[in-house]
C-alpha cells in the first residue's frame, strides 16, 4: 500500500513544475515529434533512411550508444566518494548519480534500437525462446551488463527514496552491498562496451588494449560534467540544497579524469604516428584527413582544443570554485568528450574499410532527427525522475501515516 | 507503400493484422514466419512448413514459382576454392553471375534500395618507381649530408596492396599496367564474424561454408565490423529483383530472397554445389581463374591447386585461415 502510495505522490510531484519547466518539457516534446517521425520513416522503408551504407555500417547510433555507456558508468563517480570515503555532501545526493544512470542507459537502450536493422526481431536473443550467443559474442556481455546495471540502479535509487519517503530506516544489509555491486559493475559496463570494439582486430583505430581504460577515463570526466550540469541547475530550480562541496569534489574528479583522458590520447598517438604503418591510417585520416577527405578533421581538432583549454583552465582551483565558468567548462567538456569518443573514435574506425577504401559518412537528417529524439526521451525522463527525487529529499512528499490508517 | 507491405515490414503487427486484415490466411503466414526458430534448431516438419511458407510468400510477390531447398551438407566434403590471379583479367563475369545467380538487389532508380555485389574485384596498379625522386625524402634540405632519415619519395605501391580501388571502368580489360584481384566471402575456418553475432544467426555448416539464416538475423551489423574481408553486405532498403531476373532454384541458407535490415554475403552457391555443381562465379569466368572442389578430395581441382602452385591466403596474419585461397602459376 504505501508502496504504491510512494509511486503516486512521486510521479504526482514530478510533473508538477512553474512555467520554466513546462517550457523545458515542450521543448524537448518538439524533439521528441521528430523522433516519432523519423522513427516511422525507418522502420517502414528500412535503415536506408540513414546515412550509412555497406562501407560506413556504423555511425551516430553506435557513437552515441557508447557515449551514454560512460555517461551512465560514471554514476560511480558520484557513489564512490558517497559509500567508500563516506563524503557527507555527496551522500545526500548520490541518488541523483543513480538516476542519471538510469537515463543513461534507456537512452543507449533507444540508440541500439535505432542501429539494428530488425528492431521487431528484438526477441531473437532473449534466452529461452530466442538463442543467446554468450560467451561468445561480446554483444551479449554488454546486454546483461547493462540490463543489470539499470535494474542496480533502479532498485538503489528507488529503496533509498523510498525509506526517505516513509522515513523508514535503511536495511544496511540490503543496500550496501547493492551499492558495492553497482560500482564494480559501472566500470564492467564501459570496460565490456570497450570490449565490444576492441576486440575488433580487423579495425586498427580500434585494435588497441588502450581502449578500455581509455574509454572509462574519459567517461569520468564527461559524466561528472553532465552532474556538475545536473547539480547546478538543480540548486537553481528547486528547494533542493546541493552543497558546494558536493560540486567542487566532481569537479575535481572531472580534472583529473580530463587530465588522464589527455594523456592516453597523447600515447595513442604517438605509439600510431611514430612507426605510420597502414594501422595508422584511421587516425591520421582523422587528425589530418586523407586522400582529400577531411570531414573528421575540424570535429578533432575542436574536441582537442576544448579539452586541452577545459584541462588548463581547471587546474586553476579559483576556477574550479567560479560556478558560472564551471558550468560553461562542463558544458563543453561534455562536447569535447563527445567529439572525442563519438565522431573521433567510432565514426574514423570505420574509414578505411578493411579492404582499404575511403568512404565519408554523412548522416542523413532522418538519422539527426532520431538521435536528438533520443537524448530528449532521456532527458526528458531524467527531469522527471529528478524532480521527483527533489522533492523526496527535501521532505516535500512523505508519507502520511494518519492516511495510511484511513485506507481499506 | 500499400497495406501489405507495410504489415510485413512491422512484423510485430503481425497480431494486429489477424484481427483485422480480412485476408487471413496471409497475416497467419507474417505471423507465423514472424514468430519461426532459428532454421538450426527446428525439426524436420517445421522446416518443411517454414519452407512452404516462404514459397508461398515469394511465389505470390514475384509471380513466379519459387523453389526454396534445404539440402543439408553433403558427408566427406570441405568446400574450398582457389583464386590464380595471374589469371584474372578483372572482367566482372562472375560478379554479374553471381548476382543473378544469387537474387542480390539491383539498382532501384527510385532509391529505396541499394545495388548489392558479394564479389567486388580490386585493381592493382603495377607501380613504378621514379627517377627524378630518387634522391628526395623527408626530411629533405639542400645541403644537408645526413641523408634521408625518415622516407624515400620514390617509391610507389608495388605488390597485393589492399586500396579498394574497386570501381575502375575501363573500355577493355585488362588494363595495362594493373592486374585483378577478387575479394568474397573466404569462408573463414576461424571466421571473427561468426564469434561476434549475438544470435548465432551466421555460422559455420559442416561443408565449411559460413552460413546467414536471414529469418534470424537481427541486422546488428556486428558481423561486418568484424569481417576482415569486407565480404558482407546489408540489406538497407527492401532488396529490388526484377521479376524476370528472379533465379528460383533457391536454398534456405543460400540464394533465397532476403528482406530489408538483414545481412548477406557469398555461400559458395549452397543451392548449386550441394548438388554436386559448380558456383556460378567458376562457371563464369572466361580465363578458368577459379577453381573449385572438396578440399577433403586429393583428386579435386582444388587440391590440385594447393598441391602444385604458389598459394597465398589474404590477411594471412589475422589467423582466420580462409577456405579461399589465391594463386600463381
Ligand atoms: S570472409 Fe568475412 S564473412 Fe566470410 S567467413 Fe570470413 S569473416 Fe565471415
Ligand atoms: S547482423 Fe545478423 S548475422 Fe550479423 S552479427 Fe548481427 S544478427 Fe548476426
Not at chain 1, 532520431?370 to 508519507?399: P, R, S
Amino acid at each position: 500500500m504505501k508502496k504504491i502510495m510512494f509511486a503516486r505522490d512521486f510521479l504526482m510531484y514530478s510533473v508538477k513544475g512553474g512555467v520554466k519547466f513546462y517550457v523545458w518539457l515542450l521543448f524537448l516534446g518538439f524533439f521528441i515529434m521528430l523522433w516519432g517521425f523519423g522513427n516511422f520513416q525507418q522502420l517502414t522503408k528500412g535503415m536506408i533512411v540513414t546515412g550509412l551504407n555497406d562501407q560506413t555500417t556504423w555511425g551516430l547510433y553506435v557513437a552515441n550508444f557508447v557515449f551514454l555507456v560512460g555517461v551512465a558508468a560514471s554514476a560511480v563517480t558520484v557513489v564512490f566518494p558517497s559509500y567508500i570515503y563516506n563524503y557527507k555532501p555527496l551522500k545526500d545526493v548520490a541518488v541523483i548519480g543513480e538516476l542519471v544512470a538510469i537515463a543513461a542507459i534507456i537512452m543507449s537502450t533507444l540508440f541500439i534500437t535505432n542501429h539494428i536493422g530488425r528492431p521487431d526481431r528484438a526477441w531473437h536473443f532473449s534466452p529461452g525462446i530466442g538463442i543467446f550467443n554468450w560467451p561468445d559474442a561480446i554483444l551479449t556481455w554488454d546486454m546483461i551488463v547493462l540490463n543489470v546495471y539499470l535494474v542496480l540502479n533502479f532498485i538503489c535509487a528507488f529503496y533509498f527514496l523510498y525509506k526517505k519517503y516513509s522515513r523508514g530506516k535503511i536495511n544496511k544489509w540490503f543496500y550496501m552491498p547493492l551499492i558495492y555491486i553497482s560500482i564494480f559493475w559501472a566500470v564492467s559496463i564501459h570496460t565490456v562496451t570497450a570490449f565490444m570494439l576492441n576486440t575488433m582486430a580487423t579495425r586498427p583505430m580500434w585494435f588497441h588494449s588502450i581502449v578500455p581504460i581509455k574509454f572509462i577515463a574519459s567517461a569520468f570526466a564527461a559524466g561528472p560534467a553532465f552532474i556538475i550540469l545536473a547539480f547546478i541547475i538543480i540548486r537553481k530550480n528547486t528547494k533542493l540544497i546541493i552543497s558546494d562541496a558536493a560540486i567542487n569534489k566532481m569537479s575535481e574528479i572531472m580534472t583529473y579524469a580530463l587530465g588522464i583522458t589527455l594523456f592516453l590520447s597523447f600515447s595513442e598517438i604517438v605509439t600510431e604516428l611514430y612507426p605510420g604503418t597502414e594501422h595508422s591510417y584511421s587516425l591520421k585520416y582523422l587528425m589530418f584527413g586523407m586522400h582529400g577527405l577531411t570531414q573528421l578533421v575540424p570535429w578533432f581538432w575542436a574536441s582537442v582544443i576544448i579539452n586541452v583549454t577545459a584541462f588548463i583552465v581547471l587546474l586553476i582551483p579559483a576556477a574550479r570554485k567560479n560556478y558560472a565558468l564551471l558550468f560553461y567548462l562542463s558544458a563543453l567538456i561534455f562536447a569535447g568528450i563527445w567529439i572525442e569518443k563519438g565522431i573521433g573514435f567510432i565514426l574514423s574506425g570505420m574509414v578505411p574499410t578493411p579492404i582499404g577504401e575511403f568512404v565519408e559518412y554523412t548522416p542523413s537528417i532522418i538519422e539527426i532527427f532520431n538521435c536528438l529524439g533520443n537524448w530528449a526521451i532521456g532527458l526528458f525522463i531524467f527531469t522527471l525522475l529528478v524532480k521527483g527525487a527533489a522533492g523526496v529529499l527535501t521532505g516535500e512528499i512523505k508519507h502520511d501515516a494518519l492516511n495510511v490508517s484511513n485506507q481499506p | 507503400m500499400d497495406r501489405r507491405e507495410f504489415m510485413k515490414s512491422i512484423g510485430i503487427t503481425g497480431a494486429a493484422a489477424l484481427l483485422s486484415n480480412p485476408d487471413e490466411l496471409e497475416a497467419k503466414t507474417t505471423w507465423a514466419e514472424h514468430f519461426q526458430k532459428a532454421f538450426r534448431l527446428m525439426t524436420d516438419d517445421e522446416k518443411d512448413q517454414a519452407i512452404k511458407r516462404l514459397e508461398e510468400r515469394y511465389s505470390e510477390e514475384h509471380g513466379r514459382e519459387v523453389k526454396v531447398g534445404k539440402e543439408p551438407a553433403m558427408d566427406g566434403v570441405l568446400f574450398g576454392q582457389a583464386l590464380n590471379i595471374q589469371k584474372c583479367i578483372g572482367c566482372r563475369r562472375c560478379v554479374h553471375s553471381c548476382v543473378k545467380e544469387n537474387n542480390q538487389s539491383r539498382h532501384d532508380p527510385q532509391g529505396n534500395a541499394t545495388e548489392i555485389e558479394w564479389i567486388r574485384v580490386v585493381k592493382m596498379e603495377k607501380g613504378n618507381f621514379s627517377a627524378e625522386d630518387r634522391d628526395h625524402g623527408h626530411p629533405f634540405k639542400k645541403g644537408e649530408e645526413y641523408g634521408i632519415s625518415e622516407g624515400g619519395h620514390a617509391h610507389n605501391n608495388v605488390g597485393v596492396v589492399l586500396e579498394g580501388e574497386h570501381y575502375y571502368e575501363p573500355k577493355k580489360v585488362p588494363e595495362k599496367d594493373s592486374f585483378y584481384f577478387p575479394i568474397q566471402c573466404h569462408q573463414c575456418e576461424n571466421p571473427p564474424c561468426v564469434k561476434v553475432c549475438p544470435v548465432k544467426a551466421t555460422y559455420r555448416e559442416a561443408d565449411g561454408v559460413v552460413v546467414i539464416d536471414y529469418n534470424w538475423c537481427i541486422g546488428c551489423r556486428m558481423c561486418m565490423g568484424a569481417c576482415p574481408y569486407w565480404a558482407r553486405r546489408f540489406n538497407w532498403g527492401e532488396p529490388n529483383i526484377p521479376k524476370d531476373d528472379l533465379n528460383t532454384d533457391t536454398h534456405y541458407l543460400g540464394n533465397r530472397p532476403r528482406m530489408k535490415g538483414v545481412v548477406e554475403k557469398c555461400h559458395f552457391c549452397l543451392q548449386r554445389t550441394r548438388k554436386g555443381r559448380y558456383p556460378a562465379c567458376v562457371e563464369a569466368c572466361p580465363v578458368g581463374a577459379r577453381k573449385f572442389g572438396n578440399l577433403l578430395d586429393p583428386e579435386s581441382e582444388v587440391r590440385k591447386v594447393l598441391e602444385r602452385k604458389r598459394v597465398f591466403r589474404l590477411k594471412a596474419d589475422l589467423n582466420t585461415f580462409p577456405k579461399f585461397f589465391y594463386y600463381m602459376d
